[in-house]
Structures are given as structure tokens and as C-alpha cells.
């Protein structure tokens, strides 16, 4: 054991593949798929052939959003560096490619990082290689999501679901969709369980896509549910109201989901960091490490604060990783992630625009679009002020009644 | 000199030289003068209270280094110096201490609250450490830490990262103490890296005893924008040695110090030079500072100080002194974590006792956010600045680490001390509570050079 905070040497081959997919694949459709809202990626149904290949071979490790299982069995104390290293790292290397792009991966949705987390071992054999979306949001329900009002009644072998979501990311491409609901609104969040739906299940439908500010690759759905009947057998967990255990439950996920949304802040933002670096080399502008900043001109200085901005994030996010890698509780350090790689990722696109001037706003680059893309990542899985609420009442030990 | 010639505004007293007295200016500032003359003490207004001893806590009394302990010659010159082995790295992400680490940061900590801080107000106060806190910091070994086994020190490989998690221990007890504390074990720590045979032989047996001198590093120059890669001080080959000349600002102990190391240029490239206190040409006056003050400390101003040819450190190529720069960013990127530590520790339990509006002020998001985001940064600045140590413990080059951990930590630390002192409102503006001391404290983050090391 000794602190060491440089990337895993096991995972080079890992982050290197991911790097050259993303430059390789990714890269080239990026603005084509910008452009092309709601078209749907077909290069990418190879890549995700490509990926499952190679996760087959056992080439790559935990690559993509696989959620996160706290095995307790295993009595080794020693160090790990597992998968969920691996999936940020993986993640931030594709999302330098392109988030909106990473986003639409067949079979890597947000929804199958919930199956993995929270699924029982005959739900895991039954939902293995599904594309799963997720739907948490409502019309009238975003961060506070204790209050949602889509419901589930037991009704013989089936729960019947009724409700509207909004915001669900691959929610038209997904084949299956992890949609929250309460089983009982008056037993407020500890009657909220998770219920996966097929794609063509009686009763779902898409209304509609959005048309977004970025990520325009990924499409964005909204979902109606109007009497549809799943199995019960379809409930992630357990179907026990705990209203001790409350809404840890479903608010588990997030703990695995954060550190991966954190991660593609911090590949998105590095996309602009190393473009502006050579725009800026190329203007004359080199960063040097060892003079101070002040003496430095002003855009190197800039350069240097969004770098070590940007290192805070990185290891931020990979501490939390390593931590659920080490099976050691991580609510804490994952909201510190999303929260500092979240605003992070925003002032380092959006700067690098202003320091790429024209260069930064026209579409030539792709530097407006991630500063577009960006902004998301501070926003869904929390947004910004939940993250730092999460923080304030863990460190203050406050309630949620306390600190509101 | 005229009066009104001497009334001219500009460049004195924090005035520009744009500024223009009128009239009623000039008559203020006459008045002023009166007030300060010595015209008034004569008739017996003012109490005289003036004192020739040399103080601190002024500047301007400038007085010869004192002559300490002769360091006899010993060692063979020009024959290279024990080296330790870098630390062993396993390729693993890791963010666990090894046990030795852990029970030094256990003392350390220890020594930290029940020594450090108890003496924290009064020391900033008389810009003077006392010896009661430096001689128990001698007794946990914080000079040999960085210090070869093989000289009597306790490094067995290379102790950044264990020097970086003391630094961090002893700052959230105080940064003024511990810089006074760390100041001799880090020219000691320079030594075993850099020093040759007979440097080591001839200097390290002194820090290795019971009664370790006071030391000092010194790079920082009282220049605007200073660039600690291009000193002013220099250095001139002369007969048997060189000749140094210039001024090095905020050097830690300065008048008790009997070893000093100095950055100076050498043909062009800044070198290390080590200059004994007593040395003719040398002269020390205080030079306290809005913080950092327990380490009481001073400037040095050297004149035709002449030096033989072992006084080098290291490479005269520049490599020496940037790897010397590099190691105390980091000793200061540490003491900064330590500090803003301190900063949340102590604003974590007054937001939920302070009562304002019928319930405690942390119950308001505006407040609880300010101590989560320094809760946040915090936690960035410790694990930017651990990446950088770890890499320099194993022998790595971490120059860009250095810098980012540097940027953050005075960035993040300055606005963490703010927030401290925000966070109490008027409470925190006075002596009563030791946030203002913080604030004051992590300013100096980013403006220090050398002073400390790991």
C-alpha cells in the first residue's frame, strides 16, 4: 500500500482502446450526428458489436456503464482497482470522443447501470444484454424526485403503471426502460421502487423527442404509461415498503451513476482543454509549469487554472471509483465529483471558446459543440445544487428536513 | 530635503505616483508630520517606548546574522552524497498511506492539536515561535525526516509523500508554526538530496543531534512579479569560491538561523549556494507579513558575501534549484490543505450552533453551500497535491503535477479562507476565533518560494 494517484497501469490497454475508438469512430460522426438530431447513429450498432467482442475475449474490463455491485462476500483486503475504475476511465476516453455519441451506445444506458446495481441474480440472467433507458423525471418532478406521481398497482401477477416521463435518454433507441414509481404515494419515497418495461409492452409509448440545447445525438424522450401491465416479477429489489431504509433503495444507483456522469465532464472538458492547447501553442502561447502564472500571459494563466481545475475533477472522480471499488461507502465523494467535475466541465468548454475566439464559436470546430454538450453533464443525475446539498448535509450531518 | 519635496505623493505609503495633493492635502499631510515628529516626545506628549533590541515584529532594524555553531569541515569534497532510493510504486491507484506514514501523520497530528494550535494566536501575535513548540517538534524528528538513514536521519527512500502528509498534520495546527517548525529539517532535507560528501558530513550531523540548528531556504526576492526561476540575487565566480549579492525576502527565522540556503544566479542559471549565518556581508531584518508570522520571518541582504568553492548545491545547470522550487511548491500545497482543513473543521460545528432567524445559520442553503464547496476543493487541492508527491516520492517527473496542485491550492485555499471568515460574519473578523489568522495565513500560498521543502 502506498498512495499513488496516476492512472492504473493494468487499465492502459483499456483507456488506450477507448481513446483510439473515440478519435477513430466517434470523432468523425461527431457533427454529422449534431447536425443530424434524432437520426439514429447507425455506425454505432458496429462499435457496440466491437465492444461486446471484446469484452467477450476478456480484452476489456467493465468498459461502458455497467453498474456496480457491492459483492460482500469477498474478505480480501487488499487494494482493488476494479471496474469501476475502468468505467470512468473508459467513459471519459469515449466522452472525449463524444458524449452525445457515448450516450446513444447500444446496451450501455443509464438504465443497465441500474439493473446491474440493484437486480436480483435471476433478474440479472433474465435482463443480460438488454438496451435499457432510464425514466426518473416528470412534467412537474425533476431534482426532487421523492415526488414523482407515476404509480404502480399490484394487480394479481402485474403491476399497472400510469404516468408521464420526460427526459428519458435513449428512451425511443432502448429496448427496455427502467421507469421509476410508487407503489403508494401517502408512504412517500420508501414506496418508490424501480420496474423494467419492454420495448412494444401494451400501454408504453414515446410521445415525443426533444430538441436540445446539445448532446443532440442522444435522443430524449418522453414516455406515457397508460395502463401498462409489467410482470411483477419485473420490480428491481425488493417489493418490501422500508420505510426505515427509506429511499436508499433507489437513491443507490446514483452512488454508481455520479462518478460515470462526473467521468464524462472530465473527457468532454479534456477534448477542449488539448484542442486549445495546440490552438493556443500554435498562436505562440505555450504554458510553462515552472514560471509563475502572473507572469504568464493571460491566456496561459487561464490555461493553467482550467488544467488544475480539471485535475481536481479527474482525481475526484476516480477516488470515488476507488472507493466503490474498495467496497468502501462513497455517497460523499461521488456527489464531490459530479458537483466539481459538473462546473468544471462548464467553465473549461465555455473558456475555451472564449480563448479559441472565432475559431471557438464557429462550427468549423468542435469546440462550441462541446461547450454545448457540457452543460448537461452539470444538470441530469443531479444537478449542481443537489450535488452540493448532498455534500452540506453529509458534512454538517444535517436531515433532508433540517437542510432543505 | 524640503518639506513640500518630501510631501510629494507617490510611491510611498501604498500611493501611486498618478496621485496629486491640493491645497487641503498638503496642510493634512503637514499636520501629519508634526503628529509624527520627534518635536512632541521632546516635550514629554509621548511615552518613549523605543527599545535597541532587534524585534521582529518591525521591520527596518537590520542587524549581522549571528554567528552560530562552527560547522567543522568534515567528508570528502566532491565526492557525492548518500542518496536514498525512490519510493516503490506498485502501479496500483491507491489512496492509502503506507503504515509508516500513517503512525508519523498520527504523531504529527497528535503534536498538531495538543502543541500547535494551543499556541497558534500568541505566537502570530509575537511573530516568534516558542521554544517550548519548536523543541517538541525536535523530539518527534521534524528535521530528520527527510534525512538519509545512513546520516543518522529516518528516510529510507524518498520522503515526499511522507514529508507532504506532516506538512498537511502540522498546518491544520498552525502554518505559521509549522513553517517555523519545518524550516530547518526541510535545508536538511536539501542537504541529503542534493549535498555532496563532505556537505552532508560537515552540515548533517548537526541536525541529527539533540540540539538541530535553525535553518533556512531562501529563493523569495521582494521584486513585483517575481519570477523565483530568475533570482536578482547572484553569484560571481571569484578567487577560491564566489560572491554573492542580493536581497531574499520572507525568510523563515532568519535571525536565529545558522545555516541558510540561497538561490542565486550563475552564469545564467539559478543555482543553490550554502552560506553559514556570521558570513561577512550578511545582514538580517525583520520582515513580517500580513501572515505566516509565527515563523518569524525576515529579510536577508547579502553584500559581497563571499563563499568557497563547496558552497554550491547540487547541479550549477539549473536543474538543482528547479527540482529545489518544485519540492517546496509542494511543502506550500501541502501546509495550504492542512490550513483550509483547519478552516472546515472549525466552521463545520459554528454554522450549526449559530443561531440566526430562529434556527442555526447551516440550516440556510446559502450558508451550507459555502461550506460544501470548501469541503469540495478541499478534497481537490488534498488529492492533486498527494498525485504530485507520490510521483516526486517515486523518482517521476512532476513538474506539471506540481504547477496544478500550486495553482489550485492558492486559488481554492485563498477563496477557502475567505469563506471561513465569511461564514463567521464580524465574528470572524476578530482575534476571538482563528479564521482571520487562516485568511491571513493563505494568502501566502502561490507568493512563497522555498521556505520549506519535502
Known amino acids: 500500500m502506498a498512495i499513488s494517484l496516476d492512472d492504473p497501469k493494468k487499465f492502459r490497454p483499456l483507456v488506450g482502446q477507448a481513446h483510439q475508438v473515440a478519435m477513430n469512430m466517434l470523432r468523425p460522426i461527431s457533427r454529422k450526428y449534431d447536425r443530424a438530431e434524432h437520426e439514429y447513429p447507425k455506425e454505432l450498432d458496429m462499435l457496440a458489436a466491437m465492444i461486446d467482442g471484446l469484452a467477450d475475449s476478456g480484452a476489456s474490463e467493465g468498459a461502458g456503464a455497467a453498474g456496480v455491485r457491492r459483492d460482500e462476500k469477498d474478505a480480501d483486503t487488499t487494494v482493488k482497482n476494479g471496474a469501476n475504475l475502468a468505467s470512468v476511465m473508459s467513459i471519459a476516453e469515449m466522452c472525449w470522443g463524444d458524449v452525445g455519441l457515448l450516450l446513444s451506445m447500444p446496451r450501455q444506458g443509464l438504465g443497465n447501470s441500474a439493473i446491474a446495481s440493484v437486480a436480483n441474480d435471476e433478474q440479472l440472467a433474465r435482463l443480460d444484454g438488454v438496451w435499457a433507458g432510464m425514466a426518473i423525471t416528470e412534467p412537474g418532478t425533476g431534482s426532487d424526485s421523492a415526488n414523482i406521481t407515476t404509480t404502480a398497482v399490484l394487480d394479481g401477477d402485474e403491476y399497472v403503471i400510469n404516468g408521464e416521463k420526460i427526459y428519458v435518454t435513449s428512451g425511443d433507441r432502448a429496448d427496455h426502460i427502467v421507469v421509476w414509481a410508487t407503489l403508494d404515494r401517502d408512504l412517500g419515497r420508501a414506496a418508490i421502487k424501480s420496474f423494467v418495461v419492454a420495448k412494444g409492452t401494451p400501454g408504453m409509448r414515446v410521445d415525443r423527442l426533444e430538441h436540445k440545447l446539445g448532446i443532440r445525438a442522444s435522443d430524449t424522450a418522453t414516455i406515457i404509461f397508460e395502463n401498462c401491465r409489467v410482470p411483477k416479477d419485473n420490480l428491481l429489489g425488493s417489493p418490501e415498503i422500508d420505510t426505515k431504509q427509506g429511499f436508499a433503495g433507489a437513491m443507490a444507483t446514483f452512488d454508481n451513476t455520479r462518478p460515470l456522469v462526473a467521468s464524462m465532464a472530465v473527457g468532454c472538458a479534456r477534448a477542449s482543454l488539448d484542442l486549445t492547447r495546440e490552438l493556443l501553442a500554435n498562436a505562440g502561447v505555450e504554458v510553462d509549469y515552472d514560471r509563475p502564472a502572473v507572469v504568464q500571459s493571460a491566456a496561459a494563466a487561464k490555461f493553467l487554472q482550467m488544467e488544475a481545475d480539471w485535475e481536481g475533477a479527474y482525481l475526484l472522480t476516480l477516488q470515488a471509483a476507488w472507493m466503490a471499488d474498495n467496497r468502501e461507502p462513497n455517497s460523499l465523494e461521488a456527489s464531490m465529483a459530479k458537483a466539481k467535475a459538473g462546473r468544471v466541465g462548464s467553465d473549461i468548454t465555455l473558456s475555451c471558446v472564449e480563448l479559441a475566439g472565432s475559431i471557438g464559436y464557429s462550427e468549423t470546430e468542435l469546440l462550441e459543440k462541446w461547450s454545448r454538450d457540457s452543460k448537461i453533464l452539470d444538470i441530469f443525475e443531479g444537478t449542481q445544487q443537489i450535488q452540493q446539498l448532498i455534500v452540506a448535509r453529509r458534512i454538517l450531518g444535517l436531515s433532508s428536513a433540517e437542510l432543505k | ?454
Open chain 2, 1 to 454: 530635503m524640503s518639506l513640500l519635496n518630501s510631501l510629494r505623493p507617490g510611491g510611498r505609503h501604498g500611493i501611486a505616483t498618478t496621485e496629486s495633493r491640493d491645497p487641503i492635502g498638503y496642510l493634512v499631510a503637514g499636520l501629519n508630520r508634526l503628529a509624527q515628529s520627534d518635536l512632541i516626545d521632546r516635550v514629554g506628549l509621548r511615552k518613549p517606548a523605543e527599545q535597541a533590541v532587534f524585534s521582529i515584529t518591525s521591520s527596518g532594524f537590520k542587524t549581522l546574522t549571528t554567528a552560530g555553531r562552527t560547522f567543522a569541515r568534515a567528508g570528502k569534497v566532491g565526492r557525492p552524497g548518500v542518496r536514498v532510493a525512490p519510493a516503490a510504486r506498485t502501479g496500483l491507484f491507491d489512496l492509502t498511506p503506507t503504515e509508516d506514514e500513517q503512525m508519523l501523520v498520527d504523531v504529527v497530528a497528535e503534536y498538531a492539536e495538543e502543541v500547535v494550535r494551543p499556541a497558534a494566536a500568541a505566537a502570530d501575535e509575537a511573530c516568534a515561535a516558542p521554544e517550548s513548540v519548536l523543541k517538541a517538534g525536535l523530539e518527534i524528528g521534524l528535521p530528520i525526516l527527510g534525512v538519509p538513514e545512513a546520516l543518522g536521519g529516518i528516510s529510507e527512500e524518498r520522503s515526499a509523500m511522507a514529508g507532504t502528509l506532516v506538512a498537511e498534520a502540522l498546518a491544520r495546527g498552525d502554518l505559521g508554526l509549522a513553517v517555523a517548525g519545518l524550516s530547518s529539517g526541510s535545508v536538511a532535507t536539501a542537504l541529503g538530496l542534493w549535498g555532496t560528501d563532505a556537505q552532508q558530513q560537515t552540515y548533517l550531523p548537526a541536525f541529527t543531534g539533540d540540539d538541530a540548528p535553525a535553518a533556512a531556504l531562501a529563493l523569495t526576492e521582494p521584486s513585483v512579479l517575481f519570477d523565483v526561476l530568475s533570482p536578482s540575487t547572484t553569484a560571481v565566480r571569484s578567487e577560491g569560491g564566489y560572491t554573492l549579492n542580493g536581497v531574499k525576502s520572507l525568510v523563515p527565522r532568519g535571525a536565529e538561523a545558522e545555516l541558510f540556503i540561497v538561490g542565486a544566479l550563475l552564469d545564467g542559471a539559478p543555482a543553490l549556494f550554502l552560506v553559514e549565518a556570521g558570513t561577512a556581508g550578511l545582514a538580517v531584518e525583520g520582515d513580517p507579513a500580513m501572515g505566516v508570522r509565527a515563523a518569524s520571518l525576515t529579510r536577508l541582504s547579502l553584500t559581497d558575501v563571499r563563499v568557497g568553492s563547496e558552497a554550491v548545491l547540487g547541479d550549477v545547470d539549473g536543474s538543482t534549484y528547479r527540482e529545489c522550487v518544485r519540492l517546496s511548491r509542494l511543502a506550500w500545497c501541502a501546509l495550504a490543505v492542512g490550513t483550509a482543513q483547519a478552516v472546515l473543521d472549525y466552521v463545520t460545528p459554528y454554522v450549526k450552533e449559530r443561531q440566526a432567524f430562529g434556527e442555526p445559520i447551516a440550516h440556510r442553503q446559502s450558508v451550507a453551500f459555502m461550506v460544501a464547496n470548501i469541503a469540495i476543493e478541499l478534497q481537490a487541492m488534498r488529492l492533486v497535491t498527494y498525485k504530485a508527491a507520490s510521483r516526486a516520492a517515486a523518482g517521476k517527473d512532476f513538474t506539471r503535477e506540481v504547477a496544478l496542485a500550486r495553482k489550485l491550492c492558492s486559488d481554492k485555499g485563498m477563496q477557502i479562507g475567505l469563506d471561513g471568515v465569511q461564514l463567521l460574519g464580524g465574528h470572524g473578523f476578530v482575534k476571538e476565533h482563528p479564521v482571520e489568522r487562516w485568511y491571513r495565513d493563505l494568502r501566502a500560498i502561490g507568493i512563497m518560494e522555498g521556505s520549506v521543502l519535502v
